[in-house]
């Protein structure tokens, strides 16, 4: 275990839909991110939030929306997906924004949108 | 922009060799790079980092070597075990954020 849960595991969306992704993680860290694998590609940050603020959205679409009511909880919510959206999305948690770097990650959500 | 990439997409090596994963960079004011394993179901999992100002960093069956002058990364994992297997990602860190590589699949056969 890592000490970064996320829920649900699996997703399954259509493209009307309004779900929500859930990260907690119990290692005391200040920041914590979001994260988007597609197959092929690298690791796209989305989302960064440090002591409760979002300090990076990485040109995001509006359909995505995070929320990050405490430094342990992280929501990335959901609306009007696309096919295109489907991926990994994962979560991860390091002590601040300015850290050695090391990040831990949680096990991901698969998200599949038809 | 800056770039991580990865030389091979697909390494396939024999149970008790070593395994050499190599990675480029552009990113000459990177300063801290770090090293993840991914196995299937899972997320990335934190191996080893190094920073700029060494050229190598060990750790248990893992080292890391870094050539600044090349602007490569490269990971050895010492007698390679099937609990091995996955996708390795090299990252730099530039500014707070940290650039991924594609990944190298690493495949360990008896």
């Known amino acids: 275990e890592t000490g970064v849960t996320q829920t649900p595991r699996h997703l399954v969306m259509g493209m009307t839909n309004k779900k929500s992704l859930k990260c907690e993680q119990h290692?005391?860290?200040?920041?914590m991110y979001w994260y988007k694998q597609s197959a092929k590609k690298p690791l796209e940050l989305m989302f960064v939030?440090?002591?409760?603020?979002?300090?990076e959205n990485n040109s995001v679409p509006s359909r995505f929306s995070p929320e990050c009511p405490n430094s342990s909880h992280l929501f990335l919510h959901l609306h009007t997906l696309q096919p295109e959206d489907s991926a990994l999305y994962l979560c991860?948690?390091?002590?601040?924004?300015?850290?050695?770097?090391?990040?831990?990650f949680g096990a991901g959500t698969r998200l599949s949108v038809l | 922009g800056e770039s991580v990439g990865l030389h091979l997409p697909t390494l396939s090596v024999q149970e008790g060799d070593n395994s050499i994963i190599n990675c480029a960079y552009s990113?000459?004011?990177?300063?801290?790079f770090i090293w993840y394993k991914q196995e299937s179901g899972k997320g990335p999992q934190f191996i080893i980092d190094?920073?700029?100002?060494?050229d190598k960093r060990q750790g248990q069956r893992v080292t890391v070597l870094l050539n600044k002058t090349v602007k490569h990364l490269s990971l050895q994992i010492a007698a390679t075990q099937p609990g091995d297997s996955a996708v390795y990602f090299c990252?730099?860190?530039?500014?707070?954020?940290?650039?991924f590589g594609k990944g190298t699949s690493l495949l360990v056969t008896p």
């Open positions: 991860a948690s390091s002590q601040d924004r300015a850290a050695k770097g090391i990040q831990y």
């Open positions: 290692l005391g860290h200040n920041a």
């Open positions: 939030y440090n002591f409760k603020e979002q300090t």
């Open positions: 990113n000459s004011a990177s300063d801290y």
């Open positions: 190094i920073r700029s100002n060494m």
């Open positions: 990252a730099e860190r530039g500014g707070y954020a940290l650039n």
